[in-house]
């Protein structure tokens, strides 16, 4: 569990100061992507790493409610207060929807991977967003780099996706 909680940390971190140093020329509506996704992930991985660890569904949903709201609300807060509570309420309900499945759970270690594959992609993502849409570049070109993302990425995920469904479905056959 410690591995798991280190590599989501790590990112976190890394994706948050990134967010903070861009901060200036963000606008309302990527802030409010960026605090949401902050809080929703990082509550919802949070308690699915703790409800797996004590199968307590009461303690992991409140450290990951605790945890997600801190984190919407610290990085939504700078930028606007919409952006606040966008990331509060995004944190509460990934800690409760973490808490929950993390306590259901009986496969640890394949969930684990899971969540740990799904947080990296999309805080990358996001990463590609906050990089996009704080560059100065004119609209036309902001639109047109859009379609540059590099299209194996997305082969990449959706063959890792798919091999990670059709062998979950094989293990219940």
Same mark, same amino acid.
């Given at each position: 569990? %410690?591995?798991?909680?280190?590599?989501?940390?790590?990112? #976190?971190?890394? &994706? *948050?100061?990134?967010?903070?140093?861009? /901060?200036?020329?963000?606008? &309302?509506?990527?802030? @409010?992507?960026?605090?949401?996704?902050?809080?929703?992930?990082?509550?919802?991985?949070?308690? *699915?790493?703790?409800?797996?660890?004590?199968?307590?569904?009461?303690?992991?949903?409140?450290?990951?409610?605790? #945890?997600?709201?801190?984190?919407?609300?610290?990085?939504?807060?700078?930028?606007? %207060?919409?952006?606040?509570?966008?990331?509060?309420?995004?944190?509460? @309900?990934?800690?409760? @929807?973490?808490?929950? /499945?993390?306590?259901?759970?009986?496969?640890?270690?394949?969930? @684990?991977?899971?969540?740990?594959?799904?947080? !990296? %992609?999309?805080?990358? /993502?996001? %990463?590609?967003?906050?990089?996009?849409?704080?560059?100065?570049?004119?609209? !036309?070109?902001?639109?047109?780099?859009?379609?540059?993302?590099?299209?194996?990425?997305?082969?990449?995920?959706?063959?890792?996706?798919?091999?990670?469904?059709?062998?979950?479905?094989?293990?219940?056959?």
């Amino acid at each position: 569990m %410690l591995i798991h909680l280190v590599w989501i940390g790590g990112i #976190l971190s890394y &994706c *948050i100061s990134y967010a903070l140093k861009r /901060l200036e020329k963000m606008t &309302c509506m990527v802030g @409010m992507m960026t605090a949401m996704t902050f809080g929703m992930l990082s509550s919802l991985s949070f308690g *699915i790493i703790l409800g797996a660890a004590n199968h307590d569904i009461t303690r992991s949903s409140v450290f990951a409610v605790v #945890l997600g709201v801190l984190v919407g609300f610290t990085t939504g807060q700078p930028v606007s %207060l919409m952006a606040a509570i966008d990331g509060i309420t995004a944190g509460v @309900m990934g800690g409760l @929807m973490g808490g929950m /499945l993390g306590s259901m759970i009986h496969s640890q270690n394949a969930m @684990m991977w899971f969540v740990d594959g799904i947080f !990296a %992609l999309i805080m990358a /993502l996001l %990463l590609v967003m906050i990089r996009q849409e704080t560059s100065p570049r004119t609209k !036309a070109n902001r639109n047109s780099s859009t379609k540059s993302f590099p299209v194996f990425l997305y082969q990449i995920g959706i063959f890792v996706i798919g091999l990670l469904v059709i062998g979950g479905m094989l293990k219940f056959l």
